[in-house]
């Protein structure tokens, strides 16, 4: 039997899923990212290596995320998508007939708007990252509790307090002043919550025809808090899907599959790259005051790709010459 | 008197064609690149936009190669950048360089304005001298314009990214050192001939996207982060809402000349927008009618932060974009914009119009209902 990887390399954490030929998740992990994404996809081959079962073969390889271009380049992916796309694909297949995609990450938070099946529009936050996860775990530190009970905390709320979201730093003061008035914890995460939720659909959502079946997925879709104000907000039910947190991955397996069966072969390289060195290494090119930082791959000595520069002459020189996309 | 001017894409083509044949000396600044944006923003105010900002890199940079005298465009109505010359000039007074500031403001009722500001910079030149020389500035406008239109279409369709640029870069050298009319047209055949050569994939079947928006933005690659090769690089071919003849007839010619022009544009315009509001707000509009009523895939609007007449086109453009049924982009410049971020959002967007693009091609009835459709890649 074919097995398919997807595999999601963001900022905070990258993510791995192994579906099957219908397009089940029979194995999904996370791991934080911390910085080392070659390392971090290397220990996550290690991990599947070990727990996949004897009939299942490797079909076909697809990464996602910021970090997809480094990450094809180990495994030898057969897709390379951004991660707009590779959520819109999951959630579609999972979720047959969506037409909202609601998406909260730790840095980044997206709005996918599909019809029949194909997405018609989205919007991903820009400059700010005041309506993400990051800013609930920081405000869940400050308050000294753990992020996972925060969102059962806030249905506890009897009369949530209302606290500016349009920035992350009013936030913060209007927060620090409730508190000081004496409102009790529900209220104040109930009240974030709602924040958040205002933020992210005067941001993000802005204009946007938000019709139903609605889901809602991405790391912060874990806090039910979230889930109700949304739901009270849009006045439509919300949907979690089961894999929430690892859609992309889930996305970027599918689109695997199904370059795989276009080509009807894999360029996966085998879990043996989890022992590999790869080398990356970084030299700023002196050419033209750009001075780009340009960042190298190397593998057993030989450098496999190159990108980062303003005018592609150095990652024109290796590599691909074919289109990306 | 070393003259200088900001940059703006291929501009320096033309300013550079016109002063050198009125016998005038020239420092061209540098491209602009990350220490122009470095200087620039250290010394502009935080607020303004990135324009602004490339402009004073531009000027600073020109200043180290010598230039005294700067050749600044001005501007009218409610977009800053009619402002920008006299806090320009006031910022590098405060910073002690030592430069005149020229301003050609558009014509308000005769082109002898423009004339006249230009002999500010050219002294004793007779007029003939002059029109001839903005003559010969003109056709290398038309020139860099020809050649740029040609690369639109070739670099979606090269088998091997990257061969059109190479070409390109050469072209616009070869124009650049033109001396003459005779010389200049021999350049452009050239850079015809050898676009043409690169092989190609006709049979491919491309995602046009239309580029609107900002002038300055659109026309100046550094600070759009290469948007059109980034495209172009995706397999789309790109057409500008206005290319850079079309300005200069536009601003400085006060449109007398028979050319596709703002008018067009303009005239789209409303119901939207049927007033100016400043800059090319109402061209944005326009023009994005014009994409959709010419049936391209998509439109892309490019803005720097903060860009009053593109904020209220942005507000509208969804309205047009619901009306005719075109998908729409918004890319917003400033001086952070990482590009991993902006080609993701690119990627993403030209995998919604193939997408549309398939699914139109594709007789409906083939689809069973419930049927899931997956993305293709």
């Known amino acids: ?325 | 008197m070393k003259v200088t001017f900001p940059h703006m894409g291929n501009m320096y083509i033309c300013l550079k064609a016109l002063l050198t044949s009125l016998g005038v000396e020239v420092v061209v600044p540098p491209m602009p690149s990350q220490k122009t944006l470095t200087l620039g923003t250290q010394h502009s105010p935080e607020f303004a936009c990135l324009p602004l900002k490339i402009n004073m890199g531009n000027f600073i940079e020109a200043y180290e190669q010598g230039a005294d005298t700067i050749l600044m465009a001005g501007g009218i109505g409610p977009c800053r950048f009619g402002y920008y010359a006299q806090v320009e000039r006031e910022i590098l007074e405060d910073m002690g360089l030592k430069m005149n500031m020229v301003v050609l403001e558009p014509p308000q009722k005769h082109l002898s304005e423009l004339l006249i500001n230009i002999r500010k910079v050219t002294g004793n030149r007779s007029w003939v001298d002059i029109v001839r020389a903005i003559r010969f500035a003109w056709y290398k406008a038309r020139a860099v314009d020809e050649v740029e239109e040609i690369l639109h279409r070739i670099r979606p369709r090269e088998f091997e990214p990257g061969s059109a640029d190479a070409v390109y870069k050469k072209a616009l050298k070869w124009i650049d050192d033109a001396p003459d009319r005779k010389e200049l047209k021999k350049a452009v055949e050239a850079a015809r001939l050898e676009l043409d050569a690169i092989p190609i994939d006709r049979e491919r079947e491309v995602v046009r996207i239309g580029i609107v928006g900002e002038i300055y933005v659109m026309l100046e690659p550094f600070v759009n982060l290469e948007v059109e090769r980034q495209l172009g690089r995706l397999g789309v071919e790109v057409e500008r809402s206005i290319y850079l003849s079309e300005w200069i007839n536009d601003h400085l010619f006060m449109g007398l000349l028979n050319i596709k022009g703002s008018k067009e544009a303009r005239k789209l315009a409303p119901p939207y927008v049927n007033h100016f509001v400043g800059g090319h707000g109402q061209e944005t509009i326009g023009s994005t009618v014009l994409f959709a009523n010419r049936k391209y895939d998509g439109v892309i609007q490019v803005q720097p932060f903060t860009c009053m007449p593109e904020i209220v086109a942005e507000s509208i453009i969804p309205t047009v974009s619901r009306d005719l049924g075109i998908p729409t982009f918004c890319l917003i410049v400033d001086e952070h914009s990482g590009d991993a971020g902006v080609l993701t959002r690119l990627e993403a967007f030209v995998d919604l119009l193939e997408r549309k693009k398939e699914k139109s091609a594709v007789p409906e009835s083939t689809e069973k209902k419930g049927e899931q459709v997956c993305l293709d890649i």
């Open chain 1, 1 to 325: 039997m074919f097995g398919y990887l997807g595999i999601d390399v963001g900022s905070v954490s990258t993510n791995i899923v192994l579906i099957d030929e219908d397009e089940k998740v029979c194995d999904s992990l996370y791991i934080r990212t911390q910085g080392q994404p070659i390392k971090a996809v290397q220990k996550g081959l290690e991990y599947i290596r070990g727990r996949i079962s004897d009939e299942i073969v490797i079909g076909g390889v697809g990464t996602t995320g910021s970090g997809r271009h480094l990450a094809s380049i180990i495994v030898g992916a057969d897709s390379v998508k951004n991660e707009i796309t590779s959520h819109a694909v999951a959630a579609s297949n999972l979720v047959p007939g969506v037409q909202t995609v609601l998406e909260i990450g730790g840095q980044d938070s997206k709005i996918i708007i599909l019809r029949n099946g194909v997405v018609a529009d989205f919007a991903m936050n820009t400059v700010c990252a005041a309506g993400t996860g990051s800013f609930l775990d920081q405000q869940a530190a400050r308050l000294n509790i753990p992020i996972e009970e925060f969102g059962d905390i806030a249905l506890k709320a009897g009369n949530p307090v209302r606290i500016a979201g349009r920035c992350s730093v009013f936030a913060e003061s209007d927060m620090i002043h409730k508190q000081q008035m004496g409102h009790n914890l529900p209220d104040i995460l109930a009240g974030l919550c709602d924040a958040l939720v205002r933020n992210y659909l005067n941001n993000i959502g802005k204009g946007k025809e938000i019709l139903e079946p609605v889901i809602f997925q991405g790391g912060v879709a874990a806090n039910i808090g979230i889930k109700k104000a949304f739901e009270k907000t849009l006045g439509v039910e919300v949907i979690i899907p089961e894999h929430y947190d690892v859609m992309g991955a889930v996305g970027a397996a599918i689109l695997a599959r199904d370059a795989v069966r276009k080509t009807g072969t894999t360029s996966f390289k085998g879990f043996g790259v989890a022992e590999e060195m790869f080398e990356a290494t970084s030299f700023e090119c002196k050419d033209c005051p750009n001075l780009c930082e340009v960042i190298q791959i190397k593998a057993g000595g030989q450098i496999m790709a190159r990108w980062n520069d303003k005018c592609g002459k150095w990652s024109n020189a290796i590599g691909e010459k074919k289109k990306i996309s």
